[in-house]
């Protein structure tokens, strides 16, 4: 089962100088994907539990496209292991004007993960 959502990044969301958007937006990202995925699963938002690992591998500024996507890769009882990646697929281009912007040839990944989210078993449908 896989998860996919695009959001542009504000200039709300740079939180650093020269507009760099915080890592944990990045991760709150992810946290709707499961929120989704939970959904399809088991027709409930669940609860994330834990990140196992978390990756941040390239920079993301205000004005990117970022593709969050996720994956359930595992099944518990009331477990569901997911993994995640965020690409950019587009950015501004202020070096050419300051509404400038490119869809990028290949996406850049510029963070992976993978977490575990629960959902009880008496909200599980």
Not at 74 to 94: D, L, P
């Amino acid at each position: 089962m896989e998860s996919c959502i695009k959001v542009r990044m504000s200039s709300g969301d740079a939180h650093y100088g020269g507009n760099l958007v915080d890592g944990a937006k990045i991760l709150a990202l992810f946290g709707d994907v499961a929120t989704e995925l939970l959904m399809k699963s088991d027709g409930d938002e669940g609860l994330f539990r834990a990140y196992e690992s978390v990756e941040f591998l390239a920079p993301v500024y205000s004005g990117d496209f970022i593709e969050a996507y996720g994956k359930i890769i595992s099944i518990g009882n009331t477990s569901r292991k997911m993994y995640f990646e965020a690409r950019k697929v587009a950015s501004q281009r202020h070096e050419i004007s300051d509404s400038a912007g490119d869809f990028l040839e290949k996406p850049i990944i510029v963070c992976t993960a993978v977490g575990t989210c629960v959902v009880p078993k008496d909200k599980q449908r």
